[in-house]
């Protein structure tokens, strides 16, 4: 029955032909910053970058931008040592690019002046798992050791070849080293340091090793595709194209063949060819294949290079043929009837049964079903719950009815019972084996269960029909039990605040066999009793999903959920984190609330006028979070070349920096977002929008840590941040040395002027002692003989009374002069300018002018040891105080007078008083007295206080700093 029913299919196929989907393929030229269209070779280095060998030299691409590497001409041959260095022949010879600094070097050079030209060739550059760089000749097998700085030749030929590339190199899983060439197929010997043949067939081309299979895949100038197992030592012929085959790649179950002039796809499970016919259109030249981590097919041609976009295989967006349904129909129904065939209901009440593997659509004839609901699939039976009816396909593809109503959900329990769902209308259960309708339960949780209650989903599961809608009471969910033949409300098993809603839209299965409900508002997890085991609120994952009503859900079988909604396909993993995809990863449409079949490798999504596919298979090998690699530094607007360190130290005058990442996925770039924190400047994240470039300009001296996460537009931020560590570093005058250095010169000229002020003071000392001990020894001594001699005149000049008198006044004012000398020597004498020795002077002399006129002088200070005053200050406190005795003595009528002296840190109080009479400070006076005391006053940077009244004495205060 099964055959028969298949052959059918088979014979549409034949009958009505086949509408296949085309192929999407980018292309990336020089108008997006290729050196040249001219594309020879593609390879990937181990952080992901691609690395390009053009017509005009050697660039580095990471998604975002090209920088060229090397001279700006032709290389002969390319390849990538395992630390990433470059190399590559030309006309030089043969070099090596340090991608670290940029730095390009002469390994071997060319021999341009003999006749020998194997001296100037190393083409079809291949670098073994010991780092040796293999090349060929017009006549050589050759390799390099760097390590030993030796070159090691191989002879193949005799005569000249026209190409020089006379061989191709490959590895396999254990990283021996094999060749194809004039000598055949090759197994390097390292230990003999000789190639054993395998096979002698001389005109293979081109060299592929599969790790999955563990095979080589060998090409031919015939155009024939070879496998060869190491194990078995077997060579078998697999297939033929139409032209000699240059390169040899796998993606999944397919082999990639390319020819000069084409790429063709070859099945190994399904044993079918494709061919991309988006490409021949184009009318292409190839030179070069490359199948990236993320299952890319990167193309080498000479207008460029073309690229199959990642998101467009993970999640393929096929489109309905128009030729075949109607505008505007929406898959509204999905289920599989073989291993590569797929069935497909539409709103319009239209079925097409898809070939996946053939990309092939035909048309089965319904009549008047309306929108088709559901489809299910068993034992080579299909069912289709649509809203004209029950349908039924038979095996010869002839559609019956099967019952009339209006049905929106159907399944199949383990009695051979079909389960029909009606709008508020009561279950439909059709016995198949019998072609009747029956009713199984016999009791209901309420008479009007069915009338209350709107259900939108059934679904057989353990003997048991699981039930989802709108069911007030219930709380969205019910459950019909084989056994006892009753249905029961889950809200009856489980507590309310556990359901995320009343009104669940469908039910999927989980992994470890557990029901999960999808619902406006989220989606329960129920195991197979009927207890809620989880619950996943929409309000705690609207900013990952975006929208709160989920329409459709599924277990993968990584323990994961698949959730359909209006606003795109979430995927929820075991950690709960979630990743949204959009029309941006490849779906037809957001809106994922139709169509939804799940299996161990596809999800398959209905959308009006087309269907999206997700291949898990490729989707658990090409879906990773790549690490985000930091792919070019800008000083000053001048690139400089990275290597993949993590700090970096730049220059003060180098503090305006940009640094640019790439996930290095080569997703188109407005598909991705950034956002950084920088130490020091951020402590929050700042979003930068889609461009992976951030500017940091006029930055201070200092450490900072970079941080910078990415996301695809409606996707979660990767957890994992890329850390750039970097320093700017002080300017030379901001520097530890250069302020040693400063700190010691300002030390210098300080002690230099301390000592320069010393040596002054020094000698202003020297003078003062000088100038003293001459006024003492030189004009003292002359005042005395003057004195003396006035003494002798007066007593011989007795005899006149007018000599007499003259005599006398000669000898006054000598004693005068005497007087006026010891004061000028006490105060330009160094030893007489602490404040003790003014304060002594000052007291013998007060208490010798007024104990003379019998009035009583008291005399009272703290310690005044240690402390100095300027020559000046002492000559300004020394005439005050005698200006305020003189006073005193003259014009107060006092029986006391004191003084009394303080010492406070830096300042010196004064307090003079008398009990005299006093006098009226209001009173202008004419005296000098008080002026001369205020103008001192002001030259000691002091304060002055008079407290005087008729009848009470007089007190006077005199405040000043020493210094």
């Not at 990952?544 to 993968?556: H, R």
């Not at 606003?567 to 490849?586: N, P, S």
């Not at 002798?792 to 006044?809: I, S």
């Not at 002399?845 to 019998?854: D, H, K, V």
Request: charged residues 20%; hydrophobic residues 35%.
């Amino acid at each position: 029955m099964k055959n028969t029913f298949y052959s059918y299919f088979l014979l549409f196929l034949t009958c009505f032909g086949a509408y296949s989907q085309e192929r999407f393929f980018e292309n990336i030229s020089t108008k997006d910053g290729l050196a040249s269209d001219a594309i020879f070779d593609l390879k990937r280095d181990a952080q992901g970058f691609l690395w390009v060998h053009s017509n005009l030299g050697i660039s580095k691409y990471d998604g975002y931008r090209f920088e060229k590497f090397g001279p700006n001409s032709k290389p002969d041959a390319m390849d990538i040592d395992a630390g990433d260095n470059i190399w590559f022949s030309n006309n030089a010879g043969l070099l090596k690019i340090n991608t670290s600094n940029g730095s390009t070097q002469v390994v071997i050079s060319s021999n341009l002046k003999d006749a020998n030209p194997d001296n100037d060739h190393f083409d079809g550059l291949f670098i073994d798992k010991k780092g040796w760089v293999w090349s060929t000749d017009f006549h050589h097998l050759k390799t390099y050791i760097p390590s030993e700085k030796k070159l090691k030749i191989f002879k193949v030929l005799d005569q000249n070849q026209q190409n020089p590339r006379i061989g191709v190199f490959s590895l396999d899983q254990n990283g021996n080293l094999w060749s194809i060439s004039p000598m055949g197929f090759c197994k390097y010997n390292y230990s003999s340091n000789k190639w054993i043949r395998v096979s002698s067939k001389q005109d293979f081309t081109s060299i592929y090793f599969d790790t999955k299979s563990a095979q080589f895949l060998l090409g031919d100038a015939q155009g024939q595709l070879f496998n060869y197992s190491p194990n078995r030592h077997l060579l078998m012929k697999t297939l033929r194209v139409n032209e000699s085959i240059i390169s040899i790649s796998v993606r999944g179950s397919q082999f990639l063949i390319l020819t000069p002039s084409q790429l063709v796809a070859f099945d190994r499970q399904s044993k079918s060819i494709q061919h991309f016919e988006e490409l021949e259109t184009q009318n292409l030249h190839y030179h070069a294949i490359l199948v990236n981590q993320n299952q890319e097919i990167w193309l080498g041609t000479d207008e460029g290079i073309f690229k199959q976009s990642f998101e467009k295989q993970v999640i393929q967006s096929i489109d309905l043929p128009k030729k075949l349904v109607s505008d505007k129909a929406i898959v509204s129904s999905i289920a599989k009837v073989s291993t590569n065939a797929y069935v497909l209901g539409l709103s319009t009440g239209e079925m097409l049964k898809w070939n996946r593997s053939l990309g092939t659509f035909d048309k089965i004839d319904i009549q008047n079903s309306g929108r088709i609901n559901e489809i299910l699939v068993n034992d080579n039976q299909i069912f289709l719950a649509a809203e004209q009816g029950l349908f039924k396909v038979l095996p010869s593809l002839k559609v019956v009815k099967l019952l009339g109503g209006q049905f929106t959900s159907l399944t199949l329990d383990s009695l051979n019972r079909l389960w029909l769902v009606s709008p508020n209308k009561p279950f439909q259960v059709l016995d198949i084996q019998k072609n009747m309708e029956v009713k199984p339960w016999n009791r209901l949780p309420y008479p009007s269960f069915f009338e209350e209650n709107l259900f939108k989903k059934v679904y057989y599961y353990q003997n048991k029909i699981w039930i989802a809608g709108w069911i007030p009471k219930g709380f969205g969910m019910a459950v019909y039990d084989m056994k006892t033949n009753a249905f029961v409300e889950l809200s009856d098993n489980n507590k309310h605040n556990e359901f995320v809603s009343d009104y669940y839209l469908n039910i999927g299965l989980s992994k470890s066999g557990n029901l999960l409900f999808s619902a406006y508002g989220g989606f329960n997890e129920v195991n197979s009793r009927g207890k809620i085991i989880g619950k996943f609120g929409s309000e705690q994952y609207q900013e990952s999903v975006a929208d709160y009503q989920y329409f459709n859900i599924a277990g993968g079988k990584a323990g994961d959920y698949w959730i359909g909604t209006k606003e795109g396909l979430a995927l929820m993993d075991a950690k709960r984190k979630v990743t949204r995809y959009t029309r941006f990863d490849g779906l037809v449409s957001n809106d994922v609330s139709n169509g939804f079949y799940i299996d161990e490798h596809l999800l398959l999504l209905g959308h009006k006028n087309g269907l999206s596919v997700v291949d898990f298979d490729l989707l658990n090998e090409g879906i990773v979070h790549n690490e985000l690699v930091l792919s070019k530094v800008t000083v000053l607007g001048r690139p400089t070349f990275v290597s993949p360190k993590s700090s970096f130290k730049f220059q003060k005058a180098d503090n305006s920096l940009s640094f640019s990442f790439s996930p290095l996925n080569f997703a188109a770039p407005q598909k991705t977002k950034y956002r950084y924190k920088l130490s020091g400047v951020s402590d929050n994240w700042i979003e930068n929008g889609n461009n992976p470039t951030f500017v940091f300009p006029n930055l201070n001296k200092g450490k900072y840590t970079l941080n910078i996460q990415y996301s695809k537009i409606s996707g979660p931020w990767v957890s994992e941040s890329k850390i750039v560590n970097f320093e700017i570093l002080p300017a030379w005058y901001e520097t530890l040395w250069f302020r040693i250095l400063l700190s010691a010169i300002i030390f210098a000229l300080f002690y230099a002027f301390y000592k320069f002020r010393l040596n002054q003071i020094q000698k202003v000392y020297s003078l003062r002692n000088r100038i003293s001990a001459d006024l003492h020894d030189e004009i003292g001594a002359s005042l005395s003989s003057i004195g003396i001699l006035g003494g002798l005149l007066k007593q011989n000049l007795t005899q006149d009374p007018k000599n007499n008198g003259f005599a006398q006044m000669i000898a006054e004012e000598a004693k005068k002069a005497g007087t006026a000398i010891d004061y000028i020597i006490w105060n330009i004498n160094p030893k007489y300018d602490s404040l003790e020795s003014l304060f002594t002077k000052i007291n013998k002399e007060a208490s010798e002018l007024i104990e003379a006129q019998n009035i009583q002088y008291e005399f009272e200070s703290n310690d005044l040891s240690g402390k100095n005053m300027s020559l000046e200050n002492k000559r300004n406190l020394y005439l005050m105080l005698k200006e305020l005795i003189n006073n005193a003595l003259k014009h107060s009528q006092s029986t006391k007078i004191s003084l009394k002296c303080s010492l406070s840190g830096n300042f010196l109080s004064l307090v003079f008083e008398d009990n005299g009479c006093g006098f009226d400070k209001a009173k202008e006076s004419n005296r000098n007295g008080l002026k001369n005391l205020k103008k001192r006053t002001v030259d000691l940077n002091g304060h002055l206080l008079i407290h005087s009244e008729i009848g009470k004495g007089t007190q006077v205060v005199i405040k000043f700093p020493l210094k």
